[in-house]
C-alpha cells in the first residue's frame, strides 16, 4: 500500500530592508494638508481636540520590508513511509515578491496635557499588512511524478508557508521598532503645527515604562 509523505528543500532569501520610506511622504502631505485651528498664545490646549487630529489618520504605516522568495517544494509516494517510489516524485520551483507594512493603530493612542507637556501614549507598533506582488511570480521549472500530480494546494501551502517566514523575519528585525519610530515622528509633526509656542511632546508606548 503506497501513502504519500511530503518533503521539501527550500532555498530561501528574504531581505532587501526598506525601512522608513512611508514616512517622509505622511510627514509631508500632513503638513501641507493639515490647517490647524487658531491659537492665541497662552490659549488652554484641549486633549480632546489634538486627539482628534490623529484620529483623523486611524492607521499608520510608516516601515516597510521587502523581499523575495524562491524555493523548491517537492514530494513522492512511499511505501510504508519508509521507502520512495520511484518516478512518483513531484516538485516545483516558483519565485516572488512581497512586502511587510508595519505601522501604528492611531485609533488607540491617548493624549494627556500636563501643563504645557503633551503626553501622548501610542500602541506598539505591529504587522500591517504582508502583500504579494502577483505580477511578480515565476515558475521556473515543475514536474509532476506518476501518480502524484501537482495540485493548486501544493502552491497554496507554499505561499502560505513562505509569507509566515517572511513575517517572522520581519518581527526578528528592526521594522517594528522604525515604524514605532517613524510614527512617532510623524504625529509630533501633525501636533506640533497645532500647538502654540512653548508646548513640548513628549511619547510613551502602551504597556511599557520608560
Do not use: C, W
Request: aromatic share 6%; proline share 3%; hydrophobic share 45%.
Amino acid at each position: 500500500m503506497a501513502r504519500k509523505r511530503a518533503g521539501s528543500s527550500l532555498k530561501s532569501f528574504v531581505g532587501g530592508v526598506v525601512v522608513g520610506l512611508v514616512v517622509g511622504a505622511v510627514v509631508v502631505t500632513l503638513l501641507f494638508t493639515y490647517n490647524p485651528p487658531d491659537q492665541r498664545e497662552g490659549d488652554e490646549v484641549d486633549a480632546a481636540i489634538l486627539m482628534e487630529e490623529i484620529a483623523q489618520i486611524s492607521e499608520l504605516a510608516t516601515a516597510e520590508q521587502s523581499y523575495t522568495v524562491a524555493e523548491k517544494v517537492s514530494s513522492s509516494n512511499t511505501l510504508f513511509d519508509l521507502v520512495d517510489i520511484p518516478f512518483t516524485e513531484k516538485f516545483f520551483i516558483l519565485t516572488y515578491t512581497g512586502s511587510v507594512k508595519a505601522g501604528v493603530n492611531l485609533d488607540d493612542a491617548s493624549i494627556a496635557v500636563e501643563g504645557t507637556t503633551v503626553r501622548v501614549t501610542l500602541p506598539p507598533a505591529q504587522i500591517l499588512s504582508d502583500a504579494i506582488d502577483t505580477e511578480s511570480f515565476k515558475t521556473l521549472h515543475e514536474q509532476e511524478g506518476l501518480f502524484n500530480p501537482l495540485h493548486v494546494d501544493d502552491v497554496t501551502q507554499y505561499l502560505d508557508k513562505t509569507r509566515q517566514e517572511a513575517e517572522a523575519a520581519a518581527l526578528a528585525g528592526d521594522v517594528l521598532a522604525e515604524a514605532q519610530a517613524n510614527a512617532e515622528e510623524s504625529v509630533r509633526a501633525l501636533l506640533g503645527a497645532a500647538l502654540p509656542e512653548g508646548y513640548a511632546i513628549e511619547f510613551e508606548i502602551e504597556g511599557t515604562a520608560e
